[in-house]
């Protein structure tokens, strides 16, 4: 992979070959204390039920 350009250290363009047929991109979340606490609550919450 090279990278064409990069935003703060980020990468935000990048050239390179594909050898997988399935590519993802996701962007990142910019989430607010508040949010990260309740992200982490729900995901416990769920991990929890499934080992009953």
């Known amino acids: 992979m090279e990278v064409l ?3 703060e250290g980020r990468p935000i363009a990048v050239r390179g070959k594909l050898e997988e047929r ?3 991109m996701k962007r990142l979340r910019q989430m607010t ?3 990260r606490q309740l992200a ?3 995901l416990h919450n769920a991990r929890n039920s499934k080992k009953l």
């Open 5 to 7: 350009e990069e935003d």
């Open 22 to 24: 399935q590519v993802s």
């Open 33 to 35: 204390e508040e949010q």
């Open 40 to 42: 982490a609550e729900r």
